[in-house]
């Protein structure tokens, strides 16, 4: 007989708020049996999917923020998923990394000083047109961001965040890229 978790129980196995596991949920990503209107987790079927996660695709991922607190929590948290992770606490250096090596995604912080994060990304696009970027916002409704939407599809992370939200958001990004790679085949 599976040992089966509710939500409650499977943020408490997992150290996940219940925001994430609802995410998740809604991507499709996480094993789950829905019984009458509740969710349910076979233990057994979510350490399989653990197993995978942190053995699976791995991604070189570059954070461009000017906060050293903001890059040190996302390569603390990502190195510890076993991603490759690389910083920059300005424009230009980001700008640099992009020129020098490859990355599978960027996190960048909008609000960065010498230049808006509108035109970084511009910049950024000019390098790698293909270049995957998550713009780190606490101004979502901002012209910068009404700017740099003009760019092209972008991701957005709103601040505050957690660690756990960090680790969301590289899955999902990882989840989308390997359904499309699939598909390619």
Do not use: C
């Amino acid at each position: 007989m599976p040992e089966l978790m509710t939500v409650e129980e499977l943020g408490q196995y997992l150290r996940f708020t219940r925001k994430t596991i609802y995410k998740l949920l809604k991507q499709g990503s996480i094993p789950s049996i829905k019984i009458g209107n509740k969710w349910r987790f076979d233990k057994e079927a979510i350490d399989k999917w653990l197993h995978q996660s942190i053995n699976g695709t791995k991604a070189r991922i570059l954070v461009i923020d000017d906060d050293e607190v903001i890059r040190s929590l996302f390569k603390e948290t990502l190195e510890e998923q076993g991603h490759t992770v690389v910083t920059a606490g300005t424009s230009a250096e980001g700008i640099d990394r992009v020129k020098r090596w490859d990355f599978d995604l960027v996190f960048l912080d909008l609000k960065i000083p010498e230049m808006d994060g509108a035109e970084l990304i511009k910049q950024l696009k000019s390098i790698n047109p293909k270049l995957p970027v998550t713009i780190i916002t606490g101004y979502p409704d901002s012209d910068t961001m009404k700017k740099a939407l003009r760019e092209g599809p972008l991701g957005v992370m709103d601040k505050p965040f957690d660690a756990q939200d960090i680790i969301a958001a590289v899955n999902s990004f990882l989840h989308v890229t390997e359904k499309t790679s699939e598909k390619t085949r």
